[in-house]
């Protein structure tokens, strides 16, 4: 933060909340940004932006591996077991190797993804700047931070197959989570995948084309988003648009022009999430997927959840309801001081902004620039808390204190 | 309905669509109203939406006896023996008796009410319409229905101490539910009361007291609201609009006006709504703070959720957390619709409205008589299934269909 308030970090006037945030934003891989990056930083700011998403999406990631690696050496027996068999690994030194050949594998696909990029960057924006630009938004794309160095985002790009297939390849891989890269990694044939795994890829595989078709049917008439574009096009733009809001947080249309029901279906987009262990927020896709399975079983009176034939812990989904609900209570508490600090700004795009931030996602509909300074620290609170919470509460939970004093049962009715 | 279309019905026109929105307000007690009840109906229309309140009113009522008498009667011997402590009843012609002791106290209450408010309103209106909106209103209050024959609702009485108390004190006495009153009745001491009643007493008062704080906190610099009242007036409009977004739907200020905070609070509110067994919809206060508790105890990494030293079972944790998320998928399904087919409507007054169909609260920012026709159903299916939804729901439990297949556990990760 301190290095983006540098005079060689910016050629504009920046103001020391406006470098918190941006720090923030980046650090978080969010993606939400109060002044234009591209504009605003030099390219030594860029490169400040560009190492602490590096830092921030690598955080996740050793930490991730970190509980790969606890789960494999420290937990519970019965944890260990699980995780041994989840990997299909006899020892620990297997579990280690794995995940530095994972490593090997990120940097591989990135590496790959920034040729293929260049190959369309190079030809706009000449060698230097073309490569560089292609290193910015693969590291972006891949940490799932969105932030672009257009002002427009990728709008320039919104009918090019070629930066939408990579761009979005990145960052839904990126956005699986690292339980599941590594599960097929191993495993490599659908039978021998865990049910995380199944869940996570299917449940993803849904999502997105459930998405791309509500996106294309609320937008395909609104003239200031697709509505003027050619069938292509718009085919790239629902694809790109149904698939970003769950973290990446890119956009190749004109976010503040999109239709109050396209911003709903987007906002249940954003806090659902990515995948567990991944760099997003959220409060993770398997956690809205046990959500949906228990209340199907609740209303059909069954005890179990029950997901593809297996039935899913009452300790996973009693976590699952209660991560969705302090998520909620957290987004609730934050639109409470927004609206009462921004009283002009339109609820719609307040709730968009909170809830982008607590998926760290980084859409917006235009508020960011336009935050006070009370909104602006909100908005980077939710952010960490977007990009901490699930985690940290997984992991309060793991370390439980057993109360000493039991109390006897009381009754009450909540019907 | 068909009543309410002939012609001796009304005065001004009426479609369909109205009268059938009208009847369902009027039977789920909730109180929106696409048009003005007191200029359009002729009195022979006011009495039928009096009689269908009373039958919607009165619907719960019974059918909340009826759950009290089948607990004591059919359900299991440890839910028996729960009920008939909690009654402190030694048969089931005890509980009968008890039910009817009840509807003699609530019809008690409900005439010393008209006395009081005619007193008020004889000297306004003259003796025939003065006791007539006594009776009116004396009712729609107990009933938690809402619906005032006067176009600005309560505003003329904004500062009036007689109305604001009698009114208020019915639609908290109609609210807090039938086995809270039926508990007070028979225990008639603190320490005797249920864990139930204890909570709801409590819980009650806290909400109520931190809504009138803060409403007064985000209006009263607000002109177009509370601003310009006396100090008097203004504890007076803080007081009535901080205890009726909880179901009892009254206005005594002009809700269109009110500051997005306000709207915010109020929407939390709303979707809390009254008490288990009562006239009102939401959650249910109970669900609430159950909820909360939850969360505290998930927070600090507790097993157990404990309110007032008594240990809440798992099952009703797990009931509470899957109503409030089955209440916020379905309410999110229909802002979608909403927004869908009314795009130019605020997003806030679309949630305000929704929130308040689900708590039959019938408070509103002003959509209801705009709504669409396809908006009109939806908030029709809102209203019922906010009326009859979390108690049918827990109905849907108590009678579980056992799943013959039992799968084995599968593990997915939710942080
Ligand atoms: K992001
Ligand atoms: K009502």
């Known amino acids: 933060m301190c290095l983006l308030k540098l005079p060689i970090a910016h050629e504009k006037t920046l103001s020391w909340v406006d470098a918190f945030f941006i720090a923030t934003s980046a650090a978080t891989v969010t993606g939400l940004a109060t002044v234009d990056p591209g504009s605003t930083f030099t390219l030594f700011g860029e490169i400040v932006i560009l190492f602490l998403i590096q830092v921030g999406g690598l955080g996740v990631m050793s930490f991730a591996s970190l509980v790969v690696i606890m789960m494999g050496r420290k937990i519970s027996i019965k944890q260990r077991v699980l995780m041994q068999e989840a990997l299909n690994q006899p020892s620990i030194g297997g579990v280690i190797r794995l995940v530095r050949n994972l490593?090997?594998?990120?940097?591989?696909?990135?590496?790959?993804?920034?040729?293929?990029?260049?190959?369309?960057?190079?030809?706009?924006?000449?060698?230097?700047k073309g490569i560089y630009y292609s290193i910015f938004h693969v590291i972006s794309a891949y940490n799932n931070a969105g932030f672009s160095l257009w002002s427009d985002g990728l709008m320039g790009y919104?009918?090019?197959?070629?930066?939408?297939?990579?761009?979005?390849?990145?960052?839904?891989?990126?956005?699986?989570?690292?339980?599941?890269l590594v599960d097929i990694w191993?495993?490599?044939?659908?039978?021998?995948?865990?049910?995380?795994?199944?869940?996570?890829?299917?449940?993803?595989?849904?999502?997105?084309?459930?998405?791309?078709?509500?996106?294309?049917?609320?937008?395909?008439?609104?003239?200031?988003?697709?509505?003027?574009?050619?069938?292509?096009?718009?085919?790239?733009?629902?694809?790109?648009?149904?698939?970003?809001?769950?973290?990446?947080?890119?956009?190749?249309?004109?976010?503040?022009?999109?239709n109050p029901d396209t911003s709903l279906l987007m906002i249940l987009l954003m806090f659902v999430g990515a995948g567990s262990t991944s760099t997003g927020g959220g409060i993770k896709l398997t956690t809205f997927v046990v959500i949906i399975f228990t209340v199907a079983a609740f209303l059909k009176g069954k005890d179990d959840t029950v997901v593809m034939k297996r039935t899913i812990r009452n300790a996973v989904v009693y976590r699952a309801l209660a991560i969705t609900t302090i998520s909620i209570l957290f987004i609730f508490a934050a639109l409470l001081i927004i609206t009462y600090v921004q009283k002009d700004t339109s609820f719609m795009v307040i709730v968009f902004e909170v809830v982008s931030a607590f998926g760290t996602v980084g859409l917006s509909m235009g508020l960011t620039p336009d935050l006070t300074v009370i909104g602006k620290i909100v908005i980077c609170v939710v952010m960490v808390f977007g990009k901490l919470g699930p985690l940290t509460l997984a992991f309060s939970l793991a370390k439980q204190t057993k109360d000493n004093i039991r109390y006897p049962d009381g009754e009450v009715f909540t019907g």
């Open 103 to 128: 490593f090997v594998f990120s940097i591989s696909i990135q590496i790959i993804a920034i040729f293929f990029l260049s190959l369309r960057l190079v030809p706009d924006f000449g060698v230097s």
């Open 158 to 180: 919104v009918g090019d197959p070629m930066v939408n297939i990579v761009i979005s390849f990145l960052f839904i891989t990126g956005g699986i989570g690292f339980t599941v």
């Open 186 to 258: 191993v495993s490599r044939s659908w039978k021998k995948l865990s049910l995380h795994t199944r869940v996570m890829l299917l449940s993803t595989l849904i999502l997105n084309i459930v998405a791309i078709l509500f996106f294309y049917l609320f937008e395909f008439n609104n003239p200031k988003t697709i509505g003027m574009l050619s069938g292509a096009e718009q085919f790239w733009a629902s694809y790109f648009q149904g698939v970003t809001p769950r973290t990446a947080g890119f956009n190749s249309i004109d976010m503040t022009a999109i």
